[in-house]
Every structure is written in C-alpha cells, then in structure tokens.
C-alpha cells in the first residue's frame, strides 16, 4: 500500500560533527554506513518524469527493493505518495523492465547510514556531489529535529537527488551523466 512521504534534505558541511550531534540528540544509529546503488527507469519518451513519478530499483548493501513514487507537494517540507516492496533479484526486474520498455534514466550512488529517534528517521548520505542529510517523518518532528540538530528552516531543500545533481552539473560544467563516483569523477 502507498504511504505518504514527508522530507527534507540538508547540506552537511562537516560528517563528524553531524554525527556528534545525532548522537548527543538522543538518535540512534539503525543500519551503520552501506553502499546504495539506485536505477531509475522511464519509457524513452519520458512519460514518467514528464508526470512528476519515479520507478527505481535500489540495491542498499544486498537488499534490492523498487519503488515508485507519485508527483509530490512541495512546500516547506516535499510530500508525495511512496509505494516501496523489497525484491529478491534486482537484475532480473531490471530485465523485465528492459523487456516491456523501460530504460535506465538516471543512476546515483550514495553511502547511507541511518539514524532514529523512534518518531522519525535521518538519514546520512555520502554522495559524489557532497553530504546530505534527509530527515523524514512528520512535518511537525522533521522542524523539531532540525531544530536539534541546529540545522535552520532556511537551508531545507526539497528537490530531488536528479535535480540536485543537474544543479550541480550546471554549476560545475560537468559533463557527468549519472550521479556515481565514477561519472563524477571524469
């Protein structure tokens, strides 16, 4: 069943003073720092992205999952309807999906380390174009816990790891086609 997504993203200029804080605000390391690597797929007319939706595989450490997620609201805080189920192979779904049509869009990869206080998550992510912390719950937790973590309302971003990295290639004239380490790093 969908759920409802509600998140923000922040810049983290420094790793190991964001994790003292996590620590000294009473969050709780989940899953310690593990590779992600995540596909998104689209029909070669782009009808996906032209709707505001997102079909992806993931693969976080050797758990694979797909997710789709709807066009979102995005005030404040980015709001949008998450459908997500784990999958046993992630290569043969990329099959299927090559099968009716689909093609890989995009690829970004990330270190993730994931961080709760029981009432919503953070989550810390090492990418190719900088640190990232997403906080995801309720509205009203995620500015409580931006507040603890002495991050402001002002610095919230809301946009999506693909628009960050065209963001970013606009600024730095990458020729990058896919947010890896790799591409970046050409």
């Not at 997504?5 to 620590?23: A, I, M, N, P, Y």
């Not at 990869?109 to 990232?132: C, F, L, M």
């Not at 507040?147 to 309302?153: C, G, I, Q, S, T």
């Amino acid at each position: 069943m969908p759920a409802e997504e509600v998140e923000v993203k922040l810049r983290v200029d420094d790793l190991d003073s964001f994790t003292r804080k996590l620590s000294a605000s009473q969050f709780k390391l989940v899953t310690p720092r593990t590779h992600e690597m995540n596909t998104l797929y689209d029909f070669p007319d782009k009808r996906l992205r032209a709707r505001g939706e997102v079909l992806r595989i993931r693969k976080y450490g050797s758990k694979w999952t797909v997710t789709h997620k709807t066009k979102g609201n995005s005030g404040k805080h980015k709001s949008r309807s998450e459908t997500e189920t784990q999958i046993e192979d992630g290569e043969a779904l990329a099959h299927i999906f090559a099968t009716i049509g689909l093609a890989p869009s995009f690829r970004y990869e990330k270190y993730r380390a994931e961080w709760s206080d029981g009432e919503g998550h953070v989550v810390v992510d090492e990418t190719p174009i900088g640190n990232i912390a997403e906080l995801e719950g309720p509205p009203e937790w995620i500015d409580r816990a931006a507040a603890r973590l002495d991050m402001k309302e002002s610095e919230y971003i809301t946009q999506s790891y693909a628009q960050m990295f065209q963001a970013w290639c606009e600024r730095t004239r990458s020729k990058a086609r896919d947010m890896t380490w790799e591409e970046v790093a050409k």
